[in-house]
């Protein structure tokens, strides 16, 4: 009994992990990754020096501030249904050597005439051990990705006109879910021994960040401000759960660009190791992702470790009719 409520719990928690995972961070900046193939290999910002923010007449808080305010980045996503576009998704597993035992590749494109959206498959290749005798996937981190991005237009994770809000005691599980995705760094009530550790900005966590700052250029052309709030060394492992988190922002705008997450806990009851990053750019002046990738491991007791890794790139974006 006390095995069935342990998995539970974890599947719930992981549940909701994986999906703030799946849609939070920013990449290519010089984190702890784990020591396994990355498929992330799009190099998109250049960094020219660390800056001296009060003489640009900012402060650490005009960044934290626009971060809990910001909706650009909730946005982006809710644009894509206007859109056709192509996408490239690339799974990579692993076993406990970290040599790669399962392959996924797809090429779709995704068209949204009127209020039908549609996948047309240009590509589909599998390898490895990916499926159970049932047909479904091995790893829950697969099947959640293939719920996430194969389905996004079925689901809520995009819907409605406002960015969620923390919300009450009546708050809905995708409402916690949307929160976790949409406004990193607040406190999202319900997930057990790890809800306080989200709220990084507040009194009881913030004594366990450093904050840095730099100027650069994204996509060759825009510049851009990286905020980055990274674990003090000082700390201890069990202090934190978000170790690094890196905001790009629009310097003309204020807008967030991408961001990338550094994700790491330890308890009875789960464990992970986890790196995501997401990308956006412009397209007829409007933002939509471009770049998502992610590796991580998944730990639970009496179950098979999950190590996995994913690169998804959005491409040829064109406005369709309303």
Excluded: C
Excluded at 19 to 48: E, H, M, S
Excluded at 210 to 235: C, E, H, M, N, W
Excluded at 239 to 258: A, S
Excluded at 286 to 304: C, R, V
Aim: hydrophobic share 35%; charged share 25%; aromatic share 14%.
């Amino acid at each position: 009994m006390l095995h069935v409520k342990s998995y539970k719990l974890f599947m719930m928690i992981k549940k909701l992990l994986l999906i703030l995972l799946l849609v939070t961070g920013f990449g290519n900046v010089n984190a702890q990754q784990i020591d396994r193939f990355n498929p992330d290999t799009i190099k998109t910002i250049q960094l020219d020096s660390v800056i001296n923010i009060k003489s640009h007449k900012l402060n650490a808080q005009d960044f934290i501030d626009a971060m809990l305010a910001d909706t650009s980045f909730y946005k982006a996503f809710r644009n894509m249904k206007r859109y056709a576009f192509t996408a490239e998704n690339r799974i990579y597993t692993y076993d406990k050597k970290n040599k790669v035992n399962g392959k996924i590749y797809r090429k779709l494109r995704h068209s949204n005439n009127g209020k039908n959206h549609k996948i047309d498959y240009i590509a589909k290749q599998d390898s490895g051990a990916l499926y159970k005798k049932n047909g479904k996937y091995q790893l829950y981190t697969v099947e959640m990705f293939d719920y996430i991005f194969m389905n996004a237009y079925n689901s809520d994770f995009v819907a409605g006109d406002g960015v969620p809000g923390p919300g009450g005691k009546n708050e809905s599980y995708k409402d916690k879910l949307k929160t976790l995705i949409f406004r990193p760094g607040t406190k999202v009530k319900g997930i057990p021994f790890i809800s306080g550790k989200t709220e990084i900005f507040s009194p009881d966590m913030k004594q366990f960040y450093l904050y840095q700052f730099a100027r650069g250029t994204y996509l060759d052309s825009i510049p851009v401000y990286r905020f980055k709030i990274i674990q003090k060394p000082s700390s201890a492992d069990g202090d934190v759960m978000i170790r690094e988190l890196t905001t790009i922002f629009d310097t003309r705008t204020f807008q967030i660009l991408g961001r990338y997450i550094d994700m790491k806990f330890n308890n009875l009851f789960v464990g992970f190791n986890v790196q995501m990053n997401i990308e956006l750019n412009r397209f007829n002046g409007e933002l939509l992702p471009t770049k998502i990738s992610y590796q991580g491991n998944w730990d639970i007791p009496f179950h098979a470790e999950e190590r996995a890794s994913f690169l998804i790139v959005h491409k040829d974006y064109e406005k369709e009719s309303p």
